[in-house]
């Protein structure tokens, strides 16, 4: 089983920036591909970013790219995604999740670890 627990998350100005972390624990010892999703209210969960076990292949959301870079640091068990240029669009609850499948994916379904999210929001 893996735990994952977001934080960073917090109340943010259009143009600022956040980071958010996730701590991994329990089979870290895995070769765990990760990711991070955002969720609006109302709306599906999406797709934001994703990186390979050793950080060095990564895939962004077309809405993100340019502005979010993941990355992780595998000796503390930790991914982190730095937010630039926030939008107002960027507000949602952003969960990060993990998965044993050995490519980047997109699909939220392929994820069977996820954390309980944590609340960005950008005012205008």
């Known amino acids: 089983q893996v735990r994952l627990v977001e934080s960073g998350g917090g109340l943010v100005q259009a143009g600022g920036s956040l980071r958010l972390s996730c701590a991994a624990s329990?089979?870290?010892?895995?070769?765990?591909?990760m990711g991070w999703f955002r969720q609006a209210p109302g709306q599906e969960r999406d797709f934001v970013a994703a990186?390979?076990?050793?950080?060095?292949?990564?895939s962004y959301a077309d809405s993100v790219k340019g502005r979010f870079t993941i990355s992780r640091d595998n000796t503390k068990n930790t991914l982190y995604v730095e937010m630039n240029s926030l939008k107002p669009e960027d507000t949602a609850v952003y969960y990060c999740?993990?998965?044993?499948?050995?490519?980047?994916?997109?699909?939220?379904?392929?994820?069977?670890?996820w954390g309980q999210g944590t609340q960005v929001t950008v005012s205008s």
């Open positions: 999740a993990a998965t044993d499948r050995l490519y980047l994916t997109s699909r939220a379904y392929e994820y069977p670890y």
């Open positions: 329990g089979r870290t010892s895995s070769r765990l591909y």
């Open positions: 990186i390979t076990w050793t950080g060095g292949s990564t």
